[in-house]
T-cell receptor, first 112, second 116 residues
């Protein structure tokens, strides 16, 4: 069974204080790793897909990287509007297994 | 296209009642998913449709739960004889067939169910 562990569970940052979120995964044949952002009471918002080790993707202050065992979401010079829960999910195994297995999320609060 | 929509956004019901939720996917997305999310947890997969065919169901989906996607467009999720443990956010996502079977799933706003 695919498993995803995210750390730290919660993080408080001062505005401008860069940090990284970790997503460790166990999957039989990784087909893709996904990062989502979720605001309270709302559905997850898609951020990135990473397919293979060594891949990196960027969007504004966010940068996602992938190794064979984990992924990192780097937040550079965060602003209060970056406060959210960041969810990591994996899709693995055989073609046709389309379910995503999610971690519990990293809850980020950016203080002005 | 404005994305995945879900209705209702909130539902409060009494234990033992039946409830039905609706999901309208992004136009032309042939894949549709249902997930459930409880407080402090990530979404958990419930079931998946490709067009009108229900191809996969989680063991979380007890026989009180049924999902349909007639004509491969919108989908409904029905919960019969609701229990307090069914209280959660029910999320719908859709995607279209991508490279090597990979697809990016786009989520709706969710339906918050509270069972009293």
């Amino acid at each position: 069974e695919d498993q995803v562990t995210q750390s730290p569970e919660a993080l408080r940052l001062q505005e401008g204080e860069s940090s990284s979120l970790n997503c460790s995964y166990t999957v039989s044949g990784l087909r893709g790793l996904f990062w989502y952002r979720q605001d309270p009471g709302k559905g997850p918002e898609f951020l990135f897909t990473l397919y293979s080790a060594g891949e990196e993707k960027e969007k504004e202050r966010l940068k996602a990287t992938l190794t064979k065992k984990e992924s990192f979401l780097h937040i550079t010079a965060p602003k209060p509007e970056d406060s959210a829960t960041y969810l990591c999910a994996v899709q693995g195994g055989w073609y046709g297994n389309n379910r995503l297995a999610f971690g519990k999320g990293n809850q980020v609060v950016v203080i002005p | 296209d404005t994305g995945v929509s879900q209705d209702p956004r909130h539902k409060i019901t009494k234990r033992g009642q039946n409830v039905t939720f609706r999901c309208d996917p992004i136009s032309e997305h042939n894949r549709l998913y249902w997930y459930r999310q409880t407080l402090g947890q990530g979404p958990e997969f419930l079931t998946y449709f490709q067009n009108e065919a229900q191809l996969e169901k989680s063991r979380l989906l007890s026989d009180r739960f049924s999902a349909e996607r007639p004509k491969g467009s919108f989908s409904t999720l029905e919960i019969q004889r609701t229990e307090q443990g069914d209280s959660a956010m029910y999320l719908c996502a859709s995607s279209t067939t991508g490279f090597s079977g990979m697809d990016e799933q786009f989520f709706g706003p969710g339906t918050r169910l509270t069972v009293l």
